[in-house]
Structures are given as C-alpha cells and as structure tokens.
C-alpha cells in the first residue's frame, strides 16, 4: 500500500482541465511539486488534502477512500495535515486558540491531551512564547509558523504543504527546512513551490506538472541532468 496513491486523477474546472489522468503515489519522504502557474499543483494538493474531490480516477489515502464513510473521512484527516497557500485566521483568535480549533476538527474530544499537543507544535515551530498572542498581531513570518504548526498536529501521516516557503526570508526558511527534515522520516511530505533552491535543499523526489499532467518525476539530480 502507498500511502497516497492517485490513479487516473482528473479535475475540470468548466472547461478547464486542471489535472488529466495523473497517475502518482507517494510514501515516506519529501516531493516538491513544480511548474509553471495554473500547471495544477493546487488543485493536486487540494485533492490530496481531502479539500476538494476530484471528477475522475481514483484516489486512495492511507489506504482509505477520502470520500468514503464519516469514519473513514475523520481516520484519514486525523493523519493528514495541510497547510494551505492562504489560511484566513478569526480575527481575536490566540496563536494557541488557532491551533487548538484545529485540533477540535480532528474529533479529539480529550481537553488535556489536545492542549498537549497543541503546545508541542507551537514550540516545534519556535512560537511556543507567543502561545497567547492573537495571530492579527503577529508578524507575516510568525504567522506562516502558526499555520504550519495546525498542519503538524498529530505527527501527520501525510504532510501537504502549498508553497510553505513563500513570505519567508532565509532564516526562517532555513527553520523551515529544519522542522521539515525532523518529522519528515516516517512521513508523505508534498509541497509545491516556485523556489528551485528549496527543491534542491530539501525534496528527494520532484515532480514537474504542467497544463495538469505529469511532465517529470525523479530526483533533483535527473531533473537538472535533463534540463
Ligand atoms: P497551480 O497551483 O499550478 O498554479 P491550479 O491548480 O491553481 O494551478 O490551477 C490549475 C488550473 O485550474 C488553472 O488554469 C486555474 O485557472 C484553474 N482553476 C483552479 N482553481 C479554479 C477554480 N476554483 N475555478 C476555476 N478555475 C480554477
Ligand atoms: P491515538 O493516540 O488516539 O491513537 P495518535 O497517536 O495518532 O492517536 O495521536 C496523535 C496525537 O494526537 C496524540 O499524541 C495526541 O496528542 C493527539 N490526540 C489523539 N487523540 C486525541 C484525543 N482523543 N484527544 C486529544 N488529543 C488526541
């Protein structure tokens, strides 16, 4: 079993076809996803982060079906953490209240060991001082942390990360690799990106989409062979 496994995935929007017939599977390790704008690394995200079906194909995660009952549904987004490209935050909510809500989405019903793990993640990303500080007052590159750290919640089975570095400044992308490479061994990471230095520091695998199909996939160092 894969742990993310796509088979024949499509996706239209109108007439656009955002993905056409993808087959791809993922397990442990790190794969980036480049191309051009509108190539449909969102959409596959999407689809992977359970956020949006897709019309066609198949798609299988932890060997679940994502649209399948409420209890298989709930199993798969207990393992499953997603930072999307733009997350909205409810204006007086605490970093910690942030995360905490995501937490409660999860279903985990146990108050004690939910505000554990919440501050475990809060302080894998460095925020574990600003806990308390309402995320409208943090700053750009803390507030990118806070949504990584509802995206770390549970030590992830599978980790989809749209363009997780966009906004950073090279310190905290460096941060970002860091936590990246610790929880990364018994995970699926995805991530896109258009930054072509954080594909070479950080994924062993690419994976090159455009106009929805699949144009590349192997390592960096095949990528730059063939290019
Ligand atoms: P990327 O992330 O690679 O830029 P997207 O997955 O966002 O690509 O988009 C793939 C294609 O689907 C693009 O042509 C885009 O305009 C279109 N698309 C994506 N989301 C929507 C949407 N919600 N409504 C209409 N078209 C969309
Ligand atoms: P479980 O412990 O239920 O088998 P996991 O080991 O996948 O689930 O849980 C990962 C983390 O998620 C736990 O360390 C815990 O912090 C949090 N968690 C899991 N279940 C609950 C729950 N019912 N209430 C609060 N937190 C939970």
Redesign the pocket.
């Known amino acids: 079993m894969n742990t993310v496994e796509l088979t024949g995935v499509t996706k239209a929007?109108?007439s656009?076809r955002?993905l056409d017939a993808v087959d791809l599977s993922f397990d442990r390790g790190i794969t980036g996803l480049l191309?051009?704008?509108?190539?449909?690394?969102?959409?596959?995200l999407r689809i992977v982060a359970t956020s949006i079906a897709a019309d066609g194909g198949e798609v299988r995660l932890l060997d679940r079906d994502p649209h399948g009952s409420q209890a298989e549904v709930t199993a798969i987004r207990r393992q499953l953490g997603y930072l999307p490209q733009e997350l909205g935050y409810p204006a007086d909510m605490t970093a910690f209240g942030f995360v905490e809500y995501v937490a409660v989405l999860k279903e985990w019903n146990d108050r004690r060991r939910r505000h554990a793990e919440v501050r475990r993640v809060l302080e894998l990303v460095g925020l574990g001082d600003l806990a308390t500080k309402r995320v409208a007052r943090l700053s750009g590159g803390q507030r990118r942390r806070v949504a990584l750290a509802q995206a770390l919640l549970g030590d992830p089975r599978i980790l989809v990360l749209d363009e997780p570095t966009t906004g950073l400044d090279p310190t905290q992308r460096a941060d970002l690799r860091r936590t990246l490479s610790v929880i990364a061994g018994g995970c699926a990471v995805l991530l896109?990106t258009h930054q072509t230095e954080d594909v070479a520091a950080l994924c062993e695998r690419v994976v090159v989409?455009a106009s929805?199909t699949v144009r590349f996939d192997g390592t960096v160092t095949d990528l730059v062979a063939t290019a």
């Open positions: 929007y109108g656009t955002a191309g051009p704008n509108g190539a449909g690394k969102t959409t596959l896109s989409l929805g």
